[in-house]
């Protein structure tokens, strides 16, 4: 199975910028797309950002030109580079990662990460 490990949340003034990091450890051969999504307190957790493989990249209209995602797929890590954060950002960002194998030819399903806690205050 994956295990996915995030770091690089905290405490940000307006308009100030972070870089969340999520490491995926495990037997892995492939994931499919990795992204990032978010719950701030009350609401639902919500798409922030994923990538494919292929390099194939979705946002969600909210963080569209604020916020970028990539990924290094040789050490199975996605970033998400956040600028000009605002409060609305404050939230718990979480890893998740959807499909890939395994180098036993396992196929993976869809894990998350434990989260890392974003907070946007002057």
């Known amino acids: 199975q994956v295990q996915l490990v995030e770091s690089g949340g905290g405490l940000v003034h307006p308009g100030g910028s972070l870089r969340l990091s999520c490491a995926a450890s495990?037997?892995?051969?492939?994931?499919?797309?990795m992204g990032w999504y978010r719950q701030a307190p009350g609401k639902q957790r919500d798409l922030v950002a994923t990538?494919?493989?292929?390099?194939?990249?979705n946002y969600a209209d909210s963080v569209k030109g604020r916020f970028t995602i990539s990924r290094d797929s040789t050490k199975h890590t996605v970033y998400l580079q956040m600028n000009s954060l605002k409060p609305d950002d404050t939230a718990v960002y979480y890893c998740?990662?959807?499909?890939?194998?395994?180098?036993?030819?396992?196929?993976?399903?869809?894990?998350w990460g434990q989260g890392t806690l974003v907070t946007v205050s002057s």
């Open positions: 998740n990662t959807k499909g890939g194998r395994s180098l036993s030819g396992l196929r993976y399903l869809e894990v």
């Open positions: 495990g037997r892995i051969l492939s994931i499919d797309i």
């Open positions: 990538m494919t493989s292929g390099g194939s990249t």
